[in-house]
């Protein structure tokens, strides 16, 4: 049984970074049938895709966030990560990092973790 | 990129069916027969329901489905239960994004 899990502060001051981390267990991260992605969800509204990594390295971002993100992959952990920068009270989120097919089918996600952006 | 466009709400009775459309346009929905949706309950991670337009993973119920005509999706529920209220998404793959969702609709079992 897959599971993901976020790791990382839950409190972020504006103008920083926001960075996050998700541990994969029961599966493997280079696996070359998947894509491992991060989602967020602002409190009381809609899902937003952040963007997706390939066990490779291989990104795909969202154009409206594109500037500010990276997405890596640490294979010998296991794990991948975000980091999204210069954040504002609009990057307060709950963040759900994702097994997600080529496709962009998900079937596993993490149990999400609520970061807020505040001085 | 603009994402799909979904009613903000719907709502039926118990025992009803009731349809949620998501409505993009030719450089996703009417592009691509990679149309997701995903059922989302308060507090809890989304949940796949339909995956590739009109295909049901394992364990979800028959009283789910899903088609496309053109640029416009849609998930049915027919017999509704009180279970199934709950927030609903729609997703498309995208020639420009990769990936974009709908805004959501909130399902209300009266």
């Known amino acids: 049984q897959l599971q993901l899990q976020e790791s990382g502060p839950g409190l972020v001051k504006p103008s920083e970074t926001l960075s996050l981390t998700c541990t994969v267990s029961g599966g493997s991260i280079s696996s070359s049938s998947y894509y491992w992605g991060w989602i967020r969800q602002p409190p009381g509204k809609g899902l937003e895709w952040i963007g997706s990594i390939y066990y490779s390295g291989s990104t795909y971002y969202n154009p409206s966030l594109k500037s500010r993100v990276t997405i890596s992959v640490d294979t010998s952990k296991n794990q991948f990560s975000l980091k999204l920068s210069s954040v504002t009270a609009a990057d307060t989120a709950v963040y759900y990092c994702a097994r997600t097919e080529p496709t962009m089918i998900v079937r596993d996600w993490g149990q999400g973790t609520l970061v807020t952006v505040s001085s | 990129q603009s994402a799909l466009t979904q009613p903000a709400s719907v709502s039926g009775s118990p025992g009803q069916s009731i349809t949620i459309s998501c409505t993009g346009t030719?450089?996703?929905?009417?592009?691509?027969?990679?149309v997701s949706w995903y059922q989302q309950h308060p507090g809890k991670a989304p949940k796949l329901m339909i995956y590739?337009?009109?295909n049901r993973p394992s364990g979800v119920s028959n009283r789910f489905s899903g088609s496309k005509s053109g640029n416009t999706a849609s998930l049915t529920i027919s017999g509704l239960q009180a279970e199934d209220e709950a927030d609903y998404y729609c997703s498309s793959y995208t020639s420009s994004s990769p990936w974009v969702f709908g805004g959501g609709t909130k399902l209300t079992v009266l």
């Open positions: 590739e337009v009109s």
């Open positions: 030719s450089s996703d929905v009417g592009g691509y027969n990679y």
